[in-house]
T-cell receptor, first 112, second 115 residues
């Protein structure tokens, strides 16, 4: 079955880069997403990547996809205190695109 | 433009009661999905509706049901509430263009507490 795993916690200093990792098991995964959730709020879409890509950059965010190892990462450059939140990796397959399988989330703590 | 809106924002119910949660998608979006997020976990897929028809269902009991209206808004109904139904219920909508990879846009959720 589908499974998505993330480490639970990451702490970085303000101004450093953060790298949040995710692994997934479904080789049929075709779309991979990163969402951000702040306390008491819903999910904010950060970025997404199709499986035929290996990298996508969007301002401070860089997504790297290693399809062979089923590994996805999100790099946040110049991390700010406002980046403190829970980050969820999610995957889906073509034809089931509203059925996302989420990881358990990585809590990012940004310290001064 | 307004995002996905959900009501109510918070709700407290007693075991055995039923609850109705409401969602309005982003204007122009015809697909609505529901997710359950238990504290400390990632969201779990419950339903997808498109053009008023159920297009997908997750591993949830028949106590959970939903429907979509002609204006594409949606309701999630949960009967015979259990303590384990306490969660944040998220609604998401998806644009009609861009293919199946178009990302979901989530609302802020309804926090349901069952006592």
């Amino acid at each position: 079955g589908e499974d998505v795993e993330q480490s639970l916690f990451l702490s970085v200093r303000e101004g450093d880069s953060s790298v949040i990792n995710c692994t997934y098991t479904d080789s049929s995964s075709t779309y991979l997403y990163w969402y951000k959730q702040e306390p008491g709020a819903g999910l904010q879409l950060l970025t997404y990547i199709f499986s035929n890509m290996d990298m996508k950059q969007d301002q401070r965010l860089t997504v790297l996809l290693n399809k062979k190892d089923k590994h996805l990462s999100l790099r946040i450059a110049d991390t700010q205190t406002g980046d403190s939140a829970i980050y969820f990796c999610a995957e889906t397959r073509a034809g089931t695109a509203s059925k996302l399988t989420f990881g358990t989330g990585t809590r990012l703590q940004v310290t001064l | 433009d307004a995002g996905v809106t959900q009501s109510p924002t918070h709700l407290i119910k007693t075991r055995g009661q039923h609850v109705t949660l409401r969602c309005s998608p982003i204007s122009g979006h015809k697909s609505v999905s529901w997710y359950q997020q238990v504290l400390g976990q990632g969201p779990q897929f419950i339903f997808q509706y498109y053009e008023k028809e159920e297009r997908g269902r997750g591993n949830f009991p028949d106590r959970f049901s939903a429907r979509q209206f002609p204006n594409y808004s949606s309701e999630l109904n949960v009967n015979a509430l259990l303590l384990g139904d306490s969660a944040l219920y998220l609604c998401a909508s998806k644009p009609p263009t861009g293919g199946s990879g178009s990302p979901l846009h989530f609302g802020n959720g309804t926090r349901l507490t069952v006592t």
